[in-house]
């Protein structure tokens, strides 16, 4: 029988039970488990794809083309396996398949309720994960907070999950946040006895409690916690902030909940986690290192969770290369219109420049100024998507002597598109889950700087690419409705340019480089989504090697 976890959060939002659920997963597969991970969104969106960043922060891609919760990523960075679409869901997507049915007459007549029909769907979604993965332990994250009234049908359905499979099948996780009293300095367990409350009003009584806090949680806290929420002292795992997000699985296992998990659900006892690599890389985080300073030019660098991978990117790399990663979030709106030269000066102060993707207009001139800039005075530039597109911009700005050059998302009518739509993306209307979206294969291009960075990191896949003759190919994901126009590839290439990764079929650019720099770089897709903190992403890599 599958086991389950589900995670619930009070008090506030936000308060860590995506990098919880992770490093419990980190934790549990240290053990030898299988172990898959699941986000339950409560809002009515079809998926976050179409949502702001100010709204709800990244966007993260799966394999399989699914746009999900910034949450996956630290899933997926954590326990080092590919999730599914299956592993995010919302209740959008719930309801949207109950009237679906319901329209087809799989109801066969009944009235539509929230119980039984729509609980049944979340736990017929929970269990398509586990069937999916076949992994032994499934975590499910809900979304939001406790008392939250879009959540309530996730939680009937999770108190649900254990008449369905068994005590000893289910988990009940709250993680909750231990505020302070400024005046006095006292951390208030008030908050949380009542988000515990709430959570019992559900049906749900927890078998554990994890306390988030800014400072460290003494016995006292604990055992008051224990107390009033009816729990075991031991269940009541203290959580102070951490420097680095990649210390809280060490936390966990230190504070022996591990174990705890593994005895309250009848798991065969697995001994401790074997967790050697991951120690051995935070002895590298933590180690005093020499900074590198990046500049981050982007229309979002107000709310760095909409580039959390690419920020975490860039610390997986830096790592790797013994450097300090200091980022300089350069908002490039304000870098247009930046007449006194501030932004520029923190631009040149730089040891290098990431242009991260993103839609619509607002912000361009302010990246294409920085893309000329690293051009012009060689330094190492990364694009990601967007960045990539402007790189193009930039660089044909430059061959054609024209400012009219652009892309036609944000010009319709220049005269030298660039940047085009794709042709299969010319008659769509609707936003959400249209794009290019998910891993695509890409055809690397020898003696160029995207070559070495992946033959480094992939050398046997190299060696043999070499042996037989065929074409070095990577797969990695995408998001991205524009391409580069073909019609420019022949005079670009010609100035200095060098398409340096494609698609097997020679038609879509998937890298583009300068031959004439030290690097300067850019991806169609995203490689930010595939970095791990123990293996960086062979771009990122490369890139912060050029800055050093």
């Known amino acids: 029988m599958k086991k389950f976890i589900f995670l619930t959060g009070g008090v506030v939002s936000s308060v860590g039970k995506g990098v919880t659920a992770a490093a419990m997963g980190r934790v549990l597969k240290a053990r030898g488990l299988r172990v898959a991970i ?21 966007v993260f891609v799966t394999e399989d083309g699914a746009e999900t919760d910034l949450d996956l990523g630290h899933y997926e960075r954590f326990t080092d396996e590919n999730l599914t679409r299956a592993s995010n869901f919302t209740t959008g997507q719930v309801y949207n398949e109950v009237l679906q049915k319901e329209r087809r007459g799989d109801y066969l007549g009944k009235t539509i309720q929230v119980i039984p029909h729509v609980t049944s769907e979340i736990k017929r979604r929970i269990a398509l994960v586990a069937k999916a993965t076949n992994a032994d332990i499934i975590i499910c994250e809900v979304g939001g907070t406790v008392g939250d009234i879009e959540a309530m049908p996730f939680l009937e359905a999770i108190r649900q999950m254990r008449r369905d499979v068994g005590r000893d099948n289910t988990m009940y996780i709250h993680v909750t946040f231990l505020p302070m009293v400024g005046a006095t300095g006292e951390q208030k367990t008030k908050p949380s006895q009542h988000s515990v409350r709430d959570l019992r009003g559900a049906g749900i009584q927890p078998d554990a409690i994890i306390a988030r806090s800014d400072l460290p949680v003494d016995d006292d ?41 593994c005895e309250r659900m009848n798991i065969p006892n697995r001994g401790p986690a074997d967790l050697t690599d991951w120690k051995t890389m935070m002895l590298a985080v933590q180690r005093p290192k020499p900074e590198l300073k990046i500049a981050i030019v982007g229309k979002y660098a107000d709310l760095p969770d909409a580039y959390f991978s690419v920020r975490e990117s860039l610390y997986h790399a830096g790592v790797a290369c013994d450097r300090t990663i200091k980022i300089d979030w350069i908002n490039s709106e304000q870098l247009e219109r930046d007449k006194n030269g501030e932004l520029m000066a923190r631009i040149m102060a730089a040891h290098g420049i990431v242009v991260p993707g993103g839609f619509g207009e607002r912000g361009i001139e302010g990246k294409v100024k920085a893309a000329t800039y690293a051009r012009e005075h060689k330094v190492p530039y990364l694009g990601l998507c967007l960045g ?5 911009i930039e660089f044909a700005r430059h061959v054609l002597d024209t400012d009219e050059v652009n892309s036609t998302e944000f010009d319709p009518a220049t005269t030298h598109p660039i940047i085009d739509l794709m042709p299969d993306q010319r008659d769509i209307s609707d936003m959400g889950g249209t794009m290019r979206l998910g891993a695509y294969p890409c055809k690397l291009q020898p003696e160029t700087h995207a070559y070495r960075a992946y033959a480094e990191a992939e050398a046997d896949v190299a060696q043999a690419a070499a042996t037989t003759g065929h ?27 060098v398409f340096s990764g494609v698609s097997p079929d020679n038609h879509l650019v998937e890298i583009s480089e300068l031959r004439d720099h030290p690097f300067m770089l850019g991806s169609q897709f995203h490689p930010e989504f595939k970095s791990r903190p123990n293996r960086p992403h062979p771009l990122f890599k490369a890139f912060v090697k050029a800055c050093i």
């Not at 699941?38 to 990244?58: A, F, I, R, W």
């Not at 074409?471 to 340019?497: C, D, P, V």
Request: with cysteine; proline share 6%.
């Open 388 to 392: 990539m597109q402007i790189m193009c």
């Open 221 to 261: 806290v604990r055992s008051k916690l224990a107390l009033f929420c009816d729990v075991d002292a031991r269940a009541v795992i203290p959580m102070p902030t951490v420097k680095s997000l990649y210390e809280v699985p060490l936390l966990l296992e230190q504070l022996g909940f591990g174990n705890l998990i």
């Open 471 to 497: 074409a070095f190919t990577i797969h990695e994901r995408h998001r991205h409705r524009y391409e580069f126009n073909n019609q420019y590839r022949k005079q670009l290439s010609a100035a200095g340019m």
């Open 38 to 58: 699941q986000k339950l969104d409560p809002y009515l969106n079809v998926d976050p794809g179409t949502m702001s960043p100010y709204q709800h922060g990244e």
